[in-house]
């Protein structure tokens, strides 16, 4: 058994690394002294790829929006019972989630690590699906697409996605619609899962304080004998480089308006670590334009324009990124203008270099303390994962990013054209 090892010394880690031979590649990252043991098992499928292309076939295929999350939901049903059942009797807690580009499943426990292990990696690769489970299923998803219709802050979120894109399908609700779900059937629940859920697309990671080798001894064991698949070709609409619309607004029961806005990103790398840097860059900006220490946010939040609900992000994938900030405004109106007039102060200067290094220091610091959490290491690997880089690589990232760079980022991303306003107000 051939096994890798990467050590950093600059974050005091070590992950191990192991390629079945289906193309699986499983990563340990080994964390001594820790009760905590945290194991994922990922596909890189997610909401969004709903058009694409079978390996080895000519005909591209269209699936319904919601299958990825109704896979998900499927696969815990196994013909011997509940996996959620079987996961409590071994003291575990268990849970998946699916994004918009990744489906993750994963379990914690302090104790019997091996049979979650074994469990987690049983049931991922043997979905148990009938058009009667199906049918009932409908229902059940049904019910919580209704429930996230009336969530202000998930509808001003995805009021926004539609406000950025007018094509793109990060813009419809990751369950899909009632009308969409109800398109779905067994057969195209088992071909989504036959190209998507094959090893080759897939990575399994550890973190905790185990044994690597025994950990990949186990994935050796416990993965089907298969052939490495060629790439599964993801199809995806032309998207317009401007916003569909600068303004959404939606009536719902809050007390005081919601808001998200932000900028639609274009031209971008999404893989390797130009994908980081842009990602760093962004992150930089904002904290050092609106974060709790700048003086926007504090004047803001002096004329109770903000409040502490207010926050923001940068999120870049393989179809679309775009930065966001919200939170709860008596007037999100006057908040963009003072946000978007401070902004084209900042075009005209350039942004200040005393407080480029502060925000730097802060932020790889969080980064750093960061790496006490299993769960925090292995959500961060496995979202950077996919696009062909490591939770580690973001270490060189910070050393080598410059202020023309951050300056360059400035000047592209946050492009006054591409900015898109979403308000919940009360009804």
């Known amino acids: 058994m051939k096994i890798d090892k990467l050590e950093y010394k600059k974050a005091g880690e070590i992950v191990y690394g192991y390629e079945h031979s289906?193309?699986?590649?499983?990563?340990?990252?080994?964390?001594?002294?820790?009760?905590?043991?945290?194991a994922t098992f990922?596909?890189?499928?997610?909401?969004?790829?709903?058009?694409?292309?079978?390996?080895?076939?000519?005909e591209v295929t269209r699936v319904p929006?919601?299958?990825?999350?109704?896979?998900?939901?499927?696969?815990?049903?196994?013909?011997?019972?509940?996996?959620?059942e079987k996961f409590s009797k071994l003291g575990s807690s268990p849970n998946a989630y699916t994004g918009?580009?990744?489906?993750?499943?994963?379990?914690s426990c302090t104790d019997k690590f091996d049979e979650n292990f074994k469990l987690l990696v049983d049931f991922v690769q043997n979905p148990f699906i009938t058009e009667e489970s199906v049918e009932k299923e409908k229902g059940i998803i049904g019910q919580e697409i209704m429930m996230y219709q009336d969530n202000p802050g998930w509808r001003v979120f995805f009021n926004l996605l539609k406000a950025f894109y007018s094509s793109n399908p990060v813009k419809t609700d990751i369950a899909g619609t009632i009308e969409s779900?109800?398109?779905?059937?067994?057969?195209?629940?088992?071909?989504?899962?036959?190209?998507?859920?094959?090893?080759?697309?897939?990575?399994?990671?550890?973190?905790?304080?185990?044994?690597?080798?025994?950990?990949?001894?186990?994935?050796?064991?416990?993965?089907?004998?298969?052939?490495?698949?060629?790439?599964?070709?993801?199809?995806?609409?032309a998207e317009p480089v401007k916003v569909n619309m600068n303004y959404s607004e939606q009536a719902l029961a809050v007390s005081m308006p919601q808001f998200q806005m932000g900028f639609k990103d274009a031209g971008f790398d999404s893989k390797g670590i130009e994908c980081l840097r842009r990602e760093i860059a962004v992150k930089l900006i904002l904290e050092m334009i609106m974060g709790r220490s700048s003086e926007l946010y504090n004047s803001l939040y002096a004329?109770?324009?903000?409040?502490?609900?207010?926050?923001?992000?940068?999120?870049?994938?393989?179809?679309?990124?775009?930065?966001?900030?919200?939170?709860?405004?008596?007037?999100?109106a006057a908040v963009r203008d003072r946000i978007s007039e401070h902004m084209?102060?900042?075009?005209k200067k350039g942004l200040d270099r005393a407080d480029y290094q502060r925000i730097k220091r802060a932020m790889f610091g969080r980064f750093m303390k960061q790496l006490n959490s299993v769960e925090r290491i292995s959500h961060t690997f496995i979202s950077v994962y996919f696009k062909g880089v490591n939770i580690f690589d973001y270490l060189g990232v910070y050393d080598k990013i410059a202020i023309e760079y951050v300056n360059e980022i400035f000047s592209r991303h946050f492009n006054p054209d591409n900015l898109a306003l979403s308000v919940i107000k009360p009804s």
């Open 344 to 347: 084209g102060n900042i075009r």
């Open 22 to 38: 289906s193309g699986l590649k499983a990563f340990v990252v080994p964390k001594k002294g820790y009760s905590k043991k945290y």
């Open 65 to 84: 929006d919601g299958i990825a999350h109704f896979l998900e939901h499927k696969l815990f049903e196994q013909e011997t019972g509940s996996v959620m």
């Open 100 to 107: 918009f580009s990744q489906t993750v499943y994963l379990f």
């Open 42 to 58: 990922s596909t890189h499928y997610g909401s969004i790829n709903n058009e694409f292309l079978v390996p080895g076939e000519n």
């Open 303 to 332: 004329e109770g324009l903000i409040n502490s609900s207010f926050d923001f992000d940068y999120t870049i994938e393989e179809s679309y990124a775009f930065s966001l900030f919200g939170g709860e405004s008596s007037d999100p």
């Open 181 to 237: 779900i109800s398109k779905i059937n067994r057969e195209t629940l088992y071909k989504c899962y036959n190209t998507f859920y094959h090893p080759s697309n897939m990575v399994i990671l550890v973190v905790g304080d185990v044994d690597p080798r025994n950990v990949f001894e186990q994935v050796d064991a416990g993965i089907k004998p298969a052939k490495p698949q060629p790439e599964i070709k993801r199809i995806f609409p």
